[in-house]
């Protein structure tokens, strides 16, 4: 678990204000979840056998002997949410959540046991449109962060019936190869066997490249569905291609499963996972209804987007020392600030050295000097920094003299 320093923290922030942009834009609601959940939500809405609540959860008693888990993902506390408060009597609903997740799990580039996720979730809306635009959505934002070599990889999962026919397929074949299973997945063979499909283990991974497909076994109805949806996608002109071995391994998940890729950090990896998942809100105690949604992990974002980022620096500088000059330096950067002007007021009482080298580190326009002398002569010194690599020897060294009890002379040049 990660400390965000300050000189991280811009980057969270771009990123942050970047989808948060985006969400307005597509006309999405934000929805806040707590951390701490009753650990038998997410037993109930990601499953009992998965690594994830098998391996992964934060668990633990309270003081009152209640099991409680801190929250390994976003979806489960949405709807619990949703139902707690009768959300889902108001209609669809299209809403974005962020913010940390925890999972005992081995930490790598961009993947931690504290880490933090953006995710869509749409309720009550049931159509191949409400799938294409929440993929949409997804491929528009990482387009908007700068992400190259996107990919959308696309399957269907089909209804109840096909994946109890695809079920039943895949236990045969995997009857005859019990042995080359991971013992995970071999205890899985029966309660739950599309969940081997999610197991990390390589041999298993190898052994399923030639398990049979759950596309050959979709009704006329689920094919039909996909077609529709992949015929919206080339109308939007996202590109996308049929990965036949994109599966989820629990009950409640139906008909359209996608994940976005990238190769950008070398070797291809997930950027952005999701799904259908239609009997979720029923499992957990609601009403059947129709919902999707996608997350995408926002450490595994920042190592991909944060060479496109650009950010802002300060206007001003104030360097100042003195009693008398601290004060008035404070006074003149509030009315500056008022003015929409972006002041870094040092405030240190270190040598006017030492304030000057800081002045060039945080990259600032100007630097306003204000000491005993300016305030005896009733100026303000207003020196040019060499931020600006266009700027030429003599303009680098400019200087210009302001009277202190003359801002809007002060604001006029600051902003020239």
């Not at 004060?327 to 040092?346: M, P």
């Not at 800081?358 to 020196?383: F, H, P, S, T």
Request: aromatic share 8%.
């Amino acid at each position: 678990m990660n400390d965000l320093l300050p000189d991280q923290t811009p980057f969270w922030q771009k990123i942050e204000s970047v989808f948060r942009d985006h969400f307005s834009r597509a006309g999405l609601k934000e929805i806040r979840t707590p951390l701490l959940e009753v650990t038998e939500l997410f037993s109930r809405g990601i499953g009992e056998g998965t690594d994830v609540v098998g391996k992964e959860m934060y668990t633990f008693l309270d003081r009152g002997e209640r099991s409680c888990t801190l929250r390994p993902e976003g979806t489960a506390s949405v709807a619990r949410a949703l139902i707690q408060h009768g959300l889902l009597k108001q209609g669809p609903l299209r809403l974005w959540y962020s913010g940390p997740m925890f999972r005992y799990e081995r930490p790598q580039a961009g993947r931690l046991r504290q880490f933090h996720q953006v995710g869509v979730e749409f309720f009550g809306l049931s159509s191949e449109i409400n799938d294409a635009e929440l993929i949409s959505i997804a491929w528009d934002l990482l387009n908007d962060f700068g992400v190259k070599d996107l990919k959308l990889e696309l399957n269907s999962l089909g209804n109840q019936e096909d994946r109890k026919k695809y079920q039943d397929k895949i236990v045969n074949w995997l009857e005859n190869r019990v042995e080359l299973l991971d013992e995970d997945s071999q205890k899985r063979l029966y309660k739950n066997p599309l969940r081997i499909f999610d197991s990390k283990v390589p041999s298993t991974q190898d052994l399923l490249k030639d398990a049979p497909l759950l596309i050959n076994s979709l009704c006329n109805e689920s094919r039909l569905r996909l077609e529709k949806l992949m015929d919206i996608l080339r109308a939007l002109e996202i590109p996308f291609s049929q990965n036949f071995r994109l599966v989820r391994g629990l009950d409640y998940y139906s008909h359209t499963a996608f994940e976005i890729t990238s190769n950008q950090l070398g070797a291809q990896s997930t950027i952005c996972g999701g799904g259908r998942y239609d009997s979720l809100i029923n499992q957990l105690g609601g009403l059947e209804t129709s919902a999707i949604g996608w997350a995408i992990g926002i450490e595994r974002l920042l190592l991909l987007a944060q060479d496109s980022f650009t950010f802002s620096f300060p206007d001003v500088y104030f360097v100042n020392k003195g009693q008398n000059a601290e004060l008035l330096a404070l006074s003149i950067t509030r009315k500056l600030r008022s003015k929409g002007i972006f002041v870094e007021i040092d405030n240190s009482s270190s040598s006017f050295s030492k304030q000057f080298k800081r002045a060039d580190r945080c990259k600032a326009k100007w630097a306003l000097v204000l000491g005993e002398d300016e305030i005896l002569n009733n100026e303000l010194r207003l020196k040019k920094l060499g931020r600006d690599e266009s700027l030429n020897e003599i303009d680098k060294t400019k200087e210009v003299l302001v009277p202190i009890n003359n801002i809007d002379i002060l604001i006029k040049t600051i902003l020239a």
